[in-house]
Each structure stands twice: as structure tokens, then as C-alpha cells.
């Protein structure tokens, strides 16, 4: 459509009268009209889904509608054009119930003269647009509120994961500290040696947790950032490997497997960090006690592909859309503790590297997280 005229949509049965406001138009003495005439409301709602009109004068009375039900079904089908409605009948209760069902104005056939009809199409457009404007501003007023509440949920969720899960350690580092304090003469060195190194694993928990949430918050802010280097892949999944080997020696067994040249690698080891420890933290986490976890990593045509593939408890189908959710945490953990932090640092982390991930689970079966990052990502 030429966008220098003013499209009219002109819905009018009768062809005397569309004839009358032809004349109208071309009494104004302007050209920058182009008017479309059709019979039949279902012509104009097919009309308006394919074309965009400035305003749509419509008569109540048509063969397929009559009255306030043909406002009311325009209306429904076309929501965002202008409407000035026609009528042969002086009626303003029936004007007001026009107005409110969605037209801007109402005109009454037998005293349309130019004037009139122009200011009333010009008003109508503006009204409309107005209405748009206002229609906008609550969507946005609705989606600020929405956000409100949404981070409202957050805080409250991120004061209750807190409050548990710092609750914990820092219960043990107390009663630890209490037995060294009051029996340290009586416990024998295997014991003392024992609550030390429960105090160290609740203080190692403490760290993590606050660690897991600085980085949350960093990321949040914008302040997690992609700082890749040359990196040799299969060097680095190994020490990685071998870390949490150590921190659960007597529980776990992670086997690794590698193919492909993993080498000449450009990307951001922290990063890297946080997606693996994660993932092969929970791995471990809900898998029973002397299970395997597994770490693959395949280099091909520019691409690394790694999977964290575990045999517990598996992840059900319902909560598999909600992984990587702030504080989510999946229906059947039970007692098993967590912050739901840790893979939605690890997606943020993955996003960096423009990479994606995929889950696949079975209940009881176990869990397979994969992972594809490109080896020299062009993201700076």
C-alpha cells in the first residue's frame, strides 16, 4: 500500500449511500484519500488481515451482522484499526454502547457533511493511537510487575536456600569446635583428627556456596566475563578429573575418555572450570556411593564435544525444562543437599563460550549432560 494516502476501509451494503460518501470525499477537495468499498463484514475482516487501513468506516446494518454485534465481531478480529461506525439511527444510548464496544466514533448518516467526517476520521486515528500507547505502557507496567515479583520469589527463595544450606556446615564447624573445646584431653588423636577435618569440609562447603553465588551475582551484572587462551583440552579435563578424584578417593571412581587432537584450543579455562566442576559434582553427587561417572571429550572439524554421563538417580521428565534455572532443584533429591546454583552457572558459563547443551535422563538409569563448544570461539 502506498503509505503517502490515507487508506479508508469503507463497509457499507448500501450502494446509495456508499456513493454519498464518495462524494463526501471528493467534496474535501483532497487527494490523499483512496478508498476501498465492500459489502459484507466478513469481506472487511478478510480485507483488514491482509492489508493495513487507517480507519474503517462501518455500518451496523450489513446482510452478515447487524446492530452492536457487528462493533463487537470487528472488533474481536481486527483489534488495532480505527473504527467509525454508521448509522441511520440518532440514538446516544446506542452510540455509547458503540464507543464501548471498540469503535472511536459514531456518525449518523443523514448529517454527515465533509467537515464532520474528516475531523471525525482524524479523531479516530488519534484516539486509536492513544489507545495503542496506552495498551503499551500497561503491557509494560504488567511486565515490570511481573519482573517485581519475579525477583520477589528470588530473594525469598535465595534467603531459604541460604539459610539451609549455610545452616548445616556451620553446624558442624560449631559442634566440632565444642567437642575439641570441652573433651580435647579425652578424644583420642584419631578423633581430634576426625572433627578437624569435618570443620575443614564444612568450611570448604561455606566457600563453594558463597563462591556459587558471587559468581551468580557477577554474572547477573554482567560482570562474568570470556577471556579465552590458548588451552590444551585433554591437560586440562585431566587435572580437573584428578582434584575431585581426591576429594572423593574412597566414593567415586571418574573415568575419562579422549579422541580426537584436543590441543590447540582457545578458550576461557574459568569458564571451563565452573561448567565441569558443576556437572561433574552433581554427577557424583546423585550417583550411589562407589559408582563411575564418566568424562568424554571428542575434538573434531573445530569442535569439542564433552559428556558427563553418570548411572543414579536420573533427572524426571518434567523437571529436565527447568535445569538451568536460578535456586530450581529437581523433584526427586529428597534430602540430598544443594543450591540449584550450579548449573545455572554452568549454562551462563557455556553461553559464553557460544556453545549448547543437551540432557538426556532416564529415572534410576542416570544422566547424560552434553556439552558442544567451539575450540576457538569468535566471541570476545
Given amino acids: 500500500m502506498d503509505k503517502t494516502l490515507m487508506h479508508i476501509l469503507l463497509v457499507e451494503d448500501s450502494p446509495t449511500d456508499a456513493d454519498l460518501l464518495r462524494q463526501v470525499f471528493w467534496r474535501s477537495g483532497k487527494k490523499e484519500w483512496q478508498l476501498t468499498h465492500v459489502e459484507r463484514l466478513s469481506t472487511a475482516i478478510a480485507y483488514c488481515h491482509e492489508n493495513y487501513y487507517d480507519v474503517v468506516l462501518l455500518d451496523l446494518g450489513l446482510p452478515d451482522s447487524d446492530g452492536l454485534e457487528t462493533v463487537a465481531e470487528f472488533r474481536s478480529s481486527v483489534p488495532i484499526m480505527p473504527v467509525v461506525v454508521l448509522t441511520m439511527m440518532d440514538d446516544e444510548e446506542l452510540a455509547l454502547q458503540v464507543m464501548a464496544r471498540g469503535a472511536q ?23 486509536e493511537r492513544i489507545f495503542q ?31 539451609h544450606e549455610f545452616r548445616t556446615p556451620m553446624t558442624t564447624i560449631r559442634t566440632s569446635v565444642e567437642l575439641l573445646q570441652n573433651f580435647d584431653r579425652k578424644l583420642t588423636e584419631e578423633k581430634r583428627t576426625d572433627y578437624f577435618e569435618r570443620i575443614k569440609v564444612a568450611i570448604g562447603q561455606v566457600t563453594h556456596l558463597l563462591d556459587e553465588i558471587l559468581l551468580l551475582g557477577s554474572g547477573e551484572a554482567g560482570g562474568l566475563r570470556y577471556q579465552p587462551e590458548p588451552l590444551d ?76 554421563k553418570d548411572h543414579g538417580i536420573g533427572i524426571p521428565l518434567k523437571d529436565q525444562s527447568h535445569l538451568f534455572e536460578t535456586f530450581y532443584r529437581c523433584s526427586n533429591v529428597g534430602k540430598i543437599q544443594g543450591t540449584g546454583l550450579g548449573l545455572a552457572i554452568a549454562k551462563k558459563c557455556i553461553d559464553l563460550h557460544q556453545g549448547t547443551v543437551q540432557v ?21
Fill in 360 to 380: 538426556s535422563s532416564e529415572l534410576g538409569k542416570g544422566t547424560t549432560f552434553t556439552i558442544v563448544l567451539p575450540m576457538k570461539s569468535s566471541n570476545g
Fill in 133 to 163: 500507547q496506552l495498551k503499551n505502557s500497561e503491557r509494560k507496567i504488567l511486565s515490570a510487575w511481573e519482573q517485581e515479583q519475579e525477583l520477589n520469589l528470588l530473594k525469598s527463595s535465595f534467603i531459604s536456600m541460604a539459610s
Fill in 105 to 127: 466514533d459514531y456518525l449518523v448518516k443523514d448529517q454527515i457533511t465533509t467537515q464532520l467526517l474528516m475531523r471525525s476520521i482524524h479523531y479516530a486515528i488519534e484516539r
Fill in 233 to 308: 583440552l585433554k591437560k586440562f579435563c585431566a587435572d580437573l578429573v584428578a582434584d575431585l578424584q581426591f576429594s572423593h578417593s574412597h566414593e567415586y571412581v571418574i573415568t575419562t575418555e579422549y579422541a580426537g587432537d584436543c590441543s590447540d584450543a582457545v578458550m576461557d579455562a574459568a569458564l571451563l572450570w565452573h561448567i565441569f566442576t558443576n556437572l561433574l559434582s552433581n554427577a557424583i553427587k546423585y550417583s550411589p556411593k562407589g559408582g563411575s561417572v564418566q568424562l568424554s571429550l571428542l575434538c573434531q572439524s573445530g569442535t569439542a564435544v564433552f559428556q558427563v
